[in-house]
């Protein structure tokens, strides 16, 4: 299985910073993609952006050019760079990742428990 573990939401100031990381443990084989969601009460969670074994990144539209993630593969960690904050960035953050447990099986979906950012104007 795999456990995820979430730091850095908080409190922040629209235009400012803040930094979540995401760190993965357990008995797995690899990570393939890692990545982040967020979600408001009510709304569907929705993609913030992911990245894969390869590098290969991808950004939801309200975050391109603001939110930046990188991953440290040798400590299983994701983390994600959220600058020029909104305060429609308020969410529940959603650590994401795809773990194949044993070599030659299916990759699988783990989240982690939440973080809350909340963004004042």
């Known amino acids: 299985q795999v456990q995820l573990v979430e730091s850095g939401g908080g409190l922040g100031q629209a235009g400012g910073s803040l930094r979540l990381s995401c760190a993965a443990s357990g008995n797995f084989f690899s990570i393939n993609v890692m990545g982040w969601y967020r979600q408001v009460p009510g709304k569907q969670r929705d993609l913030v952006a992911y990245?894969?074994?390869?590098?290969?990144?991808n950004y939801g539209d309200p975050v391109k050019g603001r939110f930046t993630i990188s991953r440290d593969n040798a400590k299983n960690t994701v983390y994600l760079q959220m600058n020029s904050l909104k305060p429609e960035d308020t969410a529940v953050y959603y650590c994401n990742v795809r773990a194949v447990l044993r070599r030659g099986s299916s990759d699988r979906n783990y989240w982690g428990q939440g973080t809350q950012v909340t963004v004042s104007s």
């Open positions: 990245i894969t074994s390869d590098s290969i990144t």
